[in-house]
Each structure stands twice: as C-alpha cells, then as structure tokens.
C-alpha cells in the first residue's frame, strides 16, 4: 500500500501562484508514477499532469501546459504542483495519485489516491 498526504491549497487571487506538494509513505518502491487529478463538484475527474518516477518525464492535460509545472523528489518521496497564472477556473479539489503499472499513457491506470487539497481562484 503507498499513502498519499496533499498539503499546499489555499485562496489565491486570478493571476497569482501556488505550490502543491504530495509526500508519498508505504511501499513507495512500487510506484512508477504520480500525477495530479482535480474533480469539481458534479463533474467527472479531469488529468492535470504527472510524472514518471523513473527517468522523469512528465505529461501535462492542455488545459493547464505552459502554466503548470510537475516535479518529483525522489529522495523526499515527494511530487510537487507548481501553479502560475491561475484561473478562476482552476478552482476546484486537487487530488495526487500514485501508480504501479508500466503504462505508456500517465493519465491513466492510478492506484493509490490522496484526499485531496482545495485551491480556490479568486477573479
């Protein structure tokens, strides 16, 4: 099992940046990726980004690329979410996930899921 904890939410004005971070615990030796997922209320999840923890290459949803970037810590277990030029839209609950699979597409096949942080985008 890996244990996922989001820190780094918060209100924020349109415009304006924030830092999402993800300390993984548990049998993390097992994960090939993280990523980042947010879900509004009523609506389906939506991919936002993530990384291969090996090699480190990273995928991000359109909707967010040139604006968001992810980043990983192996020594920390950590992923991070470095937000800029946030939107109103942005705003909904920011969930990190982990996986074991060997899947050639990050956006999919996630095991392991954090509770999920708020981050709400003032305009």
């Known amino acids: 099992q890996v244990q996922l904890v989001e820190s780094g939410g918060g209100l924020v004005q349109a415009g304006g940046s924030l830092r999402l971070s993800c300390a993984a615990s548990g049998r993390t030796i097992s994960v090939t990726a993280m990523g980042w997922f947010r879900q509004a209320p009523g609506k389906e999840r939506e991919f936002v980004a993530a990384?291969?923890?090996?090699?480190?290459?990273?995928y991000y949803a359109d909707s967010v690329k040139g604006r968001f970037t992810i980043s990983r810590d192996k020594a920390k277990n950590t992923v991070y979410l470095q937000m800029n030029s946030l939107k109103p839209e942005d705003t909904t609950l920011y969930y990190c996930?982990?996986?074991?699979?060997?899947?050639?597409?990050?956006?999919?096949?996630?095991?392991?899921w954090g509770q999920g942080t708020q981050v709400t985008v003032s305009s």
């Open positions: 996930a982990a996986r074991k699979a060997l899947l050639s597409d990050l956006a999919r096949g996630y095991d392991y």
């Open positions: 990384v291969r923890w090996n090699g480190g290459s990273t």
